[in-house]
């Protein structure tokens, strides 16, 4: 067993310690509106930078397997929604749809994070559903590392339907970085007839 460490600052005993907690904390005016480089054509709205305690948790999800950080993760998306629905940005019935993982990096992964931090986020919401429609098809390369062009070309025709979805929708993402999988994601909605209102992030890098 490895010893318990804090999932955003690494302090020994705690998974998740009060400081990285407050970190991570929504205040009233948060979620922001964000520009990446990428338009999608509808807000895209973020939680907060990709930096910190709220880096460290998101890389820890995806990359080593922590799911007990799903759950302060998940908590600071619900207060997003939250926030969006009392300001009016979104409205219910609303469809959440996770943003797409490549399929062998969920697998590898353990289950794809995003799903399962919108699962959790949309808790005790009336109204709000979640489906995971959208896939990332096989051979799509990882992004790190492309500069936007280049994660444009990698990404454009390769996220595909699985379901389909009508209403309203918000799609869902841990990090929006140069906004590319974002809006792909939301052409693919729309092209099938979904009413893409906005696009909502843990953090924008
Ligand atoms: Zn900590």
Redesign the pocket.
């Known amino acids: 067993m490895l010893p318990l460490q804090?999932g955003?600052?690494g302090?020994a005993g705690v998974g998740?310690?009060a400081?990285?907690d407050r970190e991570l904390t929504v205040r009233p005016d948060q979620p922001h509106l964000v520009t990446p480089r990428l338009d999608p054509g509808v807000p895209v709205l973020s939680l907060g930078r990709y930096a910190g305690?709220r880096r460290k948790a998101v890389v820890a999800v995806k990359e080593r397997g922590r799911a007990d950080l799903l759950e302060p993760l998940a908590g600071a998306l619900h207060t997003a929604l939250d926030q969006l629905l009392t300001w009016g940005l979104l409205d219910t019935p609303l469809t959440v749809v996770p943003a797409p993982t490549r399929r062998s990096a969920a697998r590898r992964r353990g289950g794809d994070p995003v799903t399962r931090l919108a699962r959790r986020a949309v808790q005790g919401h009336h109204g709000l559903t979640v489906a995971p429609a959208l896939r990332m098809k096989a051979f799509t390369r990882d992004s790190v590392g492309l500069s936007s062009a280049a994660r444009q070309r990698n990404i454009a025709g390769r996220i595909r339907l699985t379901t389909p979805v009508a209403g309203s929708v918000v799609v869902v993402d841990d990090v929006v970085t140069t906004g590319a999988t974002a809006a792909e994601s939301v052409r693919v909605l729309q092209t099938c007839g979904a009413d893409v209102v906005a696009v909502l992030a843990l953090a924008h890098a």
Do not use: R, Y
Request: proline letters at 0%; glycine letters at 12%; aromatic letters at 12%.
């Open positions: 804090c955003g600052c302090v998740w310690c400081a990285c305690a």
